[in-house]
């Protein structure tokens, strides 16, 4: 079956490190086309499956990026079902047959979920996670876990129990986080689809950096839970990435769609497909945010990779203007930590009270509890405010552009030893968040945020610039990075000299 398959993979100007061998047919072939595959019965479930395991364990002892896998004997298991469904035409939904492992911070139902904490090693859920059981009931085949930072704090994936996971490009340096562990696998091969989460760039810094696209979709378009809290916690969304933006798109249009537990969550699911004429060169006006006229101090080199992505996309019509909308961007990073710490260091805070608990949290987490404790109904009042005001700001700013555009990150990635920066071109950072400060634009006014590759430095080593899209505008965006990916030469994470092939009449929105 496999002969009669054409590759389907993005090229870029980066050859896979030597560590890392070229992937099988199978695992190179995108989602979607996977999908049809399997749809088609050109594939079978098990054949899928056992290619991406057999993957997995050839390269995961590199980068480690999945943890947690589950028997192979019991994932053939579930393929081989799978197959049994699909003979009788009993199609689960748009995933069925395909492998995924499901990011450390959602609760995974009968397999361990640790949130990499050695608090909860040992803790195996009696319940998905909602997306995670729209994942399921759509047919994916759940082989594992991703790695992740402790509770998802900092952007880099790292834990007392797992370990770090290592850049697919460079095994010295970091994944980025907290969804490394997906990114990494995806750019390597492992998955052919991965989901995430993100608050401060979660699903962002790590497509980045992985030459790979992380979509944070707009506040509430994937419910959220279960969970003790579900009025005041808006920061955080579960989100897809993708080697490329339609199998971020497949992935997302499962996971989205209003939950009757999700108070919060919108009306509506998004579709996976358009046609391709939606494509086509249309002028879309950009405003280029760069460093917000010097407020963020960034690495040499990443405006430079952003600027010249914005110039080839001229040729599809983006007529791009700096910009630099008047705020008080300092007043902005408070009052994301304030609105942090009294969400996710308030759901940690009764750790505090565990001497046992709290001598196994790592000190950002401690630093995220105490500052919880601390915090008063005006603190938090004021800094709601403060979001207020930016909300309506970049409302404002989307009645004239089409996208707002910042780069994905301030630094490229370090070395894997270093937790985080202790300063930017020689400015210091006074948390161990604020080098990932470019990610909160977004993130405060609830908007959709993509992440898309724009290349490489000298050591070849991915970065990615966000594309960003009024409230509510998911569909809107995600066309925008198709149309991106259209034109550039990067993305898809590790490639190997295959050009870009794409489907005769469709592709993701």
């Known amino acids: ?33 996977l999908t049809e595959h399997l749809r088609s019965r050109k594939l079978s479930s098990v054949e899928v499956v056992t290619a991406f395991l057999d993957r997995i364990e050839t390269i995961n002892p590199v980068v480690n990026a999945i943890i947690n896998l589950r028997e192979r004997n019991d994932i053939l298991h579930d393929a081989k079902m799978a197959d049994a469904l699909a003979s009788r035409g009993q199609v689960k939904g748009p995933l069925h047959g395909l492998p995924i492992a499901i990011k450390d911070l959602a609760l995974t139902q009968g397999l361990a ?16 996670e909602y997306h995670v059981a729209r994942i399921k009931a759509a047919g994916a085949i759940v082989v594992g876990k991703t790695n992740v930072s402790e509770f998802g704090l900092g952007s880099n994936t790292y834990n007392q129990i797992f370990g770090s996971t290592k850049n697919a490009f460079n095994q010295s340096l970091i994944a980025g ?20 989460s993100d608050m401060g760039g979660s699903l962002r810094n790590p497509a980045a950096y992985n030459n790979i696209y992380g979509f944070r979709p707009s506040q509430g378009r994937v419910p959220s839970g279960p969970q003790p809290e579900s009025f005041l916690s808006q920061m955080a969304t579960d989100g897809p990435l993708g080697r490329t933006v339609a199998d971020l798109a497949l992935l997302l249009s499962v996971q989205a769609g209003y939950h009757r537990h ?7 699911s998004l579709s996976s497909q358009i046609e391709r004429s939606e494509l086509q060169q249309r002028e879309t006006r950009v405003a280029w945010l760069g ?9 040499d080199g990443i405006l430079t990779l952003c600027e010249a992505a914005l110039r080839r996309a001229a040729e599809i019509g983006w007529r791009v203007d700096e910009v630099v909308p008047g705020f008080d961007y300092e007043s902005l990073w408070q009052a994301f930590v304030v609105l942090r710490q009294s969400t996710s260091g308030a759901a940690l805070a009764t750790h505090r009270f565990n001497r046992e608990h709290w001598a196994m949290l790592k000190p950002e987490a401690q630093w995220e509890v105490e500052g919880a404790l601390k915090l008063t109904a005006l603190d938090v009042f004021a800094a709601s405010t403060v979001r207020t005001g930016w909300y309506r700001t970049v409302t404002s700013l989307t009645e004239k552009y089409d996208l707002l555009v910042l780069p994905t990150a301030q630094v490229f990635p370090f070395d894997v030893q270093t937790h985080w920066p202790a300063e930017i071109a020689g400015r210091k950072m006074d948390s161990y968040h604020r080098w990932m400060e470019v990610t909160v634009h977004a993130t405060m006014a609830g908007c959709p945020a993509i992440s898309v590759p724009v290349g490489f430095d000298a050591r070849g080593v991915p970065m990615g610039m966000q594309l960003i899209g009024a409230p509510r505008t998911d569909s809107a965006v995600l066309r925008a990075a198709a149309r991106h990916e259209s034109i550039t030469p990067f993305g898809g994470g590790l490639q190997y000299g295959n050009s870009r092939q794409s489907s005769n009449t469709e592709t993701a929105v």
């Open 113 to 128: 979920t640790t949130f990499g904490s050695p608090i909860f090693r040992s803790f195996v859920p009696d319940a998905d």
């Open 262 to 268: 999700s108070p919060l969550s919108l009306d509506g």
């Open 291 to 299: 460093s917000l006229g010097g407020h963020l101090p960034l690495e």
């Open 1 to 33: 079956m496999v002969g009669a398959i054409s590759r389907q993979a993005n090229s870029h100007n980066q050859k896979a490190p030597s560590g890392i061998q070229q992937p099988s047919e199978i695992c190179q072939l995108s989602a979607t086309t």
């Open 177 to 196: 986080g907290s969804s490394g562990g997906a990114a990494v696998a995806l750019a390597t091969s492992m998955v052919p689809i991965a989901d995430g």
